[in-house]
């Protein structure tokens, strides 16, 4: 167990629904990423939030939100899911300065749209 | 070009054998390399990490960085099925909350 949990694991849905994906980070730590891991992509960084605040986006639609709340879980919200939208979804946490360096991932969420 | 470029395998070795795993980058800012290792439908966990340049050893596990080729490399010594993963390189430059920037994953197979 690495300390950072993730819910749910598997998630089934259909083309146009709306998914939260729930993240809570190792005790302690700051910074929460999110990761979208596919196929044919790679490990895609999406956004990254540190103590509440938004820190750095990547490559993330504008379908997709996320926030971090005060007890620095953080939440992934999809919407008008498309069926490429099927992917893992990995959250990823730090502790703040310099071992910020090294990410904590959990363990996954899997998303089906069909 | 992405910034980071490993080469997706797959890669299968005998048991016992030396492992290299390499990645390549093009962004000379990046000073903090990893090593993560990702087994089948779980998340990656951190194996090996450096900065700049030179060789860090940790058991069988030997992580080289060099920044003036923009060059990575993994060697595993005398292989186990055990060591059978998807390998991921990853970096990041300077600033402590900068995002990490991963290679595509070298999936590794190592046969009894």
């Known amino acids: 167990d690495s300390g950072v949990t993730q819910t749910p694991k598997h998630l089934i849905t259909a083309t146009g629904q709306r998914v939260t994906l729930r993240c809570s980070p190792r005790?302690?730590?700051?910074?929460v990423y999110w990761y979208q891991q596919s196929l044919d992509q790679g490990l895609q960084f999406l956004i990254q939030y540190y103590n509440g605040e938004e820190r750095a986006k990547g490559n993330i639609l504008e379908r997709f939100s996320a926030q971090q709340f005060p007890d620095l879980h953080s939440e992934l919200n999809l919407s008008s899911l498309e069926l490429g939208d099927s992917a893992l979804y990995f959250c990823?946490?730090?502790?703040?300065?310099?071992?910020?360096?090294?990410?904590?991932f959990g363990a996954g969420s899997r998303l089906t749209v069909l | 070009q992405k910034e980071v470029e490993q080469d997706p395998g797959p890669l299968s070795v005998p048991e016992g054998a030396i492992v290299s795993l390499n990645c390549t980058y093009s962004?000379?800012?990046?000073?903090?390399f990893m090593w993560y290792r990702q087994y089948s439908r779980k998340g990656p966990e951190l194996l090996m990490y450096t900065y700049s340049s030179g060789n860090k050893e940790d058991g069988r596990f030997t992580a080289q960085v060099d920044k003036s080729s923009k060059y990575i490399s993994l060697f595993i010594r005398d292989s186990q099925p055990s060591d059978s993963a998807t390998y991921l390189c990853a970096m990041k430059g300077g600033s402590t909350l900068g995002r990490l920037y991963f290679g595509r994953g070298t999936q590794l197979t190592v046969w009894p």
């Open positions: 962004n000379s800012a990046f000073q903090y």
């Open positions: 990823a946490s730090s502790i703040a300065g310099a071992g910020a360096n090294v990410l904590t």
């Open positions: 005790s302690g730590d700051l910074s």
